[in-house]
């Protein structure tokens, strides 16, 4: 089944633990993406990778850190999360973002909560 | 700075109504408009989506609506059932431009039976 894989599911953690929130796709995907959402905030992209070893920053990417080392798998890492980084966290990816197709589409894992005590 | 604006926040609407939700953009250079919805414990699907040179596209009881001057666009849901109860957003980005996605906000729909 092609789908988007995201691990945990949910996650408490504390101020200053470094944690990774793993995501794998397996469609062949070159375009890869996360996604913080948060209640009247809608959806806020915080990194995106077009390929293997490209990535760039979103609109949020503060305290956030990925690597695309496998074109697969987009960990986002958190150094120090802090509080306001308690949120609702999807991965996303795509085989046509950023190619100018009319059937560009974004496929979403099922998302990780995060709450940061 | 908000770059797509939706609204409203929230709807309800009674099974077999319209359900109408409405987002404007500033950036003339926006050039693809998709609309996703989301259930409850799920990740954000694409639903439908639209281009500049058209001014309406229609999927079964999904259709969106395009003004270019006014710098509008919205999602209709004809017939609107329990089972579209979930959250839209509406999304634009530039030609080429498409891995900078912007969304708005959100619209929880409540369709009551």
């Known amino acids: 089944e092609a789908q988007v894989t995201q691990n945990p599911r949910y996650l408490i953690t504390v101020t200053g633990k470094k944690l990774t929130v793993t995501c794998s796709q397996n469609?062949?995907?070159?375009?890869m993406s996360w996604y913080r959402q948060d209640p009247g905030l809608g959806l806020r992209q915080i990194y995106y990778?077009?390929?293997?070893?490209?990535?760039d920053k979103g609109d949020v990417p503060e305290g956030y850190k990925v690597s695309r080392k496998e074109k697969r798998n987009f960990p986002l890492i958190l150094e120090s999360p802090s509080p306001n980084q308690t949120s609702l966290y999807f991965c996303?990816?795509?085989?046509?973002?950023?190619?100018?197709?009319?059937?560009?589409?974004?496929?979403f894992g099922s998302g990780t909560q995060l709450s940061v005590l | 700075q908000q770059q797509v604006k939706q609204s409203p926040q929230s709807l309800i609407v009674q099974k077999g109504g319209i359900s109408i939700i409405n987002c404007a953009y500033e950036?003339?250079?926006?050039?693809?408009f998709p609309w996703y919805q989301q259930f409850p414990g799920k990740g954000p699907a694409l639903l439908i989506a639209?281009?500049?040179?058209?001014s309406e596209k229609k999927e079964g009881r999904f259709t969106i609506s395009f003004n270019k001057s006014a710098k509008q666009f919205s999602l209709h849901i004809m017939d609107s059932q329990p089972g579209d109860s979930a959250t839209y957003f509406c999304?634009?980005?530039?030609?080429?431009?498409?891995?900078?996605?912007?969304f708005g906000k959100g619209t929880k729909l409540t369709v009551n039976p």
């Open positions: 950036n003339t250079a926006f050039d693809y």
């Open positions: 999304a634009a980005c530039e030609e080429g431009g498409s891995e900078k996605l912007v």
């Open positions: 990778s077009m390929n293997v070893e490209v990535t």
């Open positions: 469609m062949n995907h070159e375009y």
């Open positions: 996303a990816s795509s085989d046509t973002l950023g190619q100018g197709d009319w059937n560009e589409k974004l496929f």
């Open positions: 639209i281009r500049p040179d058209v």
